[in-house]
């Protein structure tokens, strides 16, 4: 072979990622997602293997959408049985590692993947329909946590009511998103469906309609270093603004889309949260059209408020979709399938 023949060769060989240096790899697999580190990278070679289980890998954690079907089912025979899906990313994981559908656990599942972190995470995003004990779990193996997303209803399910009891560990803790993500729609929930065991594990019987409040309290009192709230479908009254302005006064972002919030409870939390930069309202009900107050107030304090009303013809659809007492018919209906 020629000289240059040779060279070229020498080069390929240089470049094999495989020959990389592993702390190298595991900077680049960082960024790669949760997929790609269970279900693609740890099967190319043995190096990427191990890089894939380096804990800087794991730092950001973002759950995949779980989502156990069915949660309703249509006969009493049917309450006992286990869940036949788990959403497509899990179902692959199943499949990929031969586990039978029958034993997987999302509580196993969130504890295998917080434990390659080695207690370094720093942002986390739970899956929806997690469980009471994964959240505990987390708790307590991510001291580290900055950034919390919780995709929960806080009105009807167990793990919200005990947020609040959990919250205060995280003494790193800078911002926190609350989303809605209650997916049990009309025809689902229609009478003549039942509840399945798993669905039933759940719910908390009766409900918790201060979850809010009391996160924000222990966030207060715990998390010094918090500065960012993002709220999405739920509802921020008098009560809540208040609890905001008392025990958030170092907050400095505050966003909110497709809540029910009133008028005064923007004014509260602009004016009482001192140090608030910026306030933004997108999709949201409640209060009347014109917002020359807010203007007003926000050219005298320099903050940024930005809010988006929702049309009037979209408000009655939004209001039915987003509030509490959306959430509340739920809770109701579902009484009636347990026969409570």
Sequence with gaps: MSKDGDDVVLEQERRRWEKMDVDCLANAFSRAGMESLLLALPFVCKSWYKASLNPICWACLSFPDYIPSPLLVNTVEEIEMGPQSFGSFYDKFVDEYGIDKSRFSITAFVKLVVDRSKGKATQLELPMYSTEAALRYVSDACPLL??????????????????????GKWKFLEGLSLRHSFMVNDQQGRRGKYLSRYFRELLAFPSCFDVFERIVAQIGTHCKH??????????LHRDEALTIVNFLPHLQTMSVTGCIIERDSILTIVRGCKELRVFCAKECTGFEEGGEELYKLARQTGKLVCVDRVRRAERLILGVLSTTLMRESVYNRLRICLGQ
């Design 226 to 235: 918090f500065r960012q709230l993002t709220l999405m479908k739920t509802r």
């Design 146 to 167: 900055k950034h919390l997303t919780f995709d929960d209803d806080l009105v009807i399910f167990k793990h919200s009511r005990i947020l609040p009891e959990v919250i």
